[in-house]
T-cell receptor, first 113, second 113 residues
């Protein structure tokens, strides 16, 4: 069964550093997303991406964050100048269309120290 | 405001027993409701999807119900297994406007031998 692949599975970074989280969505999917989940809390929407541009973003997704689809397969989330409160699981998801369910990746656990 | 409330917050049952998880929502206009299973440290995995006209849908030992009039859904797990221990998340989508669904906080289920 097709999977969404995320790397790395765990990243530790110092406060103020930049991190790039990587995702390979399912190949025939058109919509791509980043979500995050702070430990013990619910899954929160960050950003959606379609047709090579951001289609929606949440209040969380401020100027510190950016997304890119540099080629036909990768989808990245960049966090500039990380803060302690950015520590969370970051999930990439993709779906074939707006009415389809998400396929989530296994997540990247980001720890900011 | 679009909200999804789940109960109970956590549940402990013995292996082999049945259980029912609840989801109440205020998302409008309603499009569909999905139940996801999230194992610890993993991304959510879709269990069922229900649209407005569907009352019941099964996926193996999982049976979801939907009452669109009262805006309630339940997930019934039959003959629980140790591997059912996970967080179960109710996710509701609306039609029109934002296509980003609303996530519940999840019910944490622990199945003991």
């Amino acid at each position: 069964e097709p999977e969404v692949t995320q790397t790395p599975s765990h990243q530790v970074t110092q406060m103020g550093q930049e991190v790039i989280l990587r995702c390979v969505p399912i190949s025939n999917h058109l919509y791509f997303y980043w979500y995050r989940q702070i430990l013990g809390q619910k899954v929160e929407f960050l950003v959606s991406f379609y047709n090579n541009e951001i289609s929606e973003k949440s209040e969380i997704f401020d100027d510190q964050f950016s997304v890119e689809r540099p080629d036909g397969s990768n989808f990245t989330l960049k966090i500039r100048s990380t803060k302690l409160e950015d520590s969370a699981m970051y999930f990439c998801a993709s779906r074939e269309g707006q009415d389809y369910g998400y396929t989530f990746g296994s997540g990247t656990r980001l720890t900011v120290v | 405001k679009n909200q999804v409330e789940q109960s109970p917050q956590s549940l402990i049952i013995l292996e082999g027993k049945n259980c029912t998880l609840q989801c109440n929502y205020t998302v409008s206009p309603f499009s569909n409701l999905r139940w996801y299973k999230q194992d610890t440290g993993r991304g959510p995995v879709s269990l069922t999807i229900m649209t407005f006209s569907e009352n019941t849908k099964s996926n193996g030992r999982y049976t979801a119900t939907l009452d669109a009039d009262t805006k309630q859904s339940s997930l019934h797990i039959t003959a629980s297994q140790l591997s059912d221990s996970a967080s179960y998340i109710c996710v509701v989508s609306r039609t029109g406007g934002s296509y980003i669904p609303t996530f519940g906080r999840g019910t944490s289920l622990i199945v003991h031998p």
